[in-house]
């Protein structure tokens, strides 16, 4: 299912992506939060997959971003140059290694 981030999109730190939805395989042993696309229901283009951490003590590191680099490699239309978005609610380490981080006030300030 894809979705228009109305006040995020369109904007060139998420490449083409017009539409913002998620995948998961059917057997369920992979799951993506977030998976920009430029068209919908079946993107041409993967501009970005993202990952929500909305823990309360840890920030977003380095070992969430190797998970999404491991779905990356199994999500179809995404590759080496897809970027690596996340979004946190308590911060992100200094070595997380993401293409883009986000935080809640960056979503809610989009929403205003």
Request: no cysteine; aromatic share 8%; glycine share 10%.
């Amino acid at each position: 299912m894809f979705y228009v981030v109305p006040g995020l999109l369109p904007d060139e730190r998420f490449g083409s992506t017009r539409h913002v939805g998620s995948y998961w395989n059917r057997a369920s042993t992979i799951q993506v939060d977030l998976v920009g696309g430029d068209t919908r229901p079946v993107a041409r283009e993967i501009a970005f997959l993202g990952s929500i951490k909305w823990r309360e003590s840890r920030p977003f590191d380095r070992t969430d971003t190797a998970t999404l680099i491991g779905q990356r490699a199994q999500v179809p239309g995404a590759g080496a140059a897809t970027k690596l978005v996340g979004i946190a609610r308590e911060g992100f380490a200094p070595d997380a290694g993401l293409d883009l981080a986000l935080s809640a006030r960056d979503i809610i300030d989009a929403y205003r």
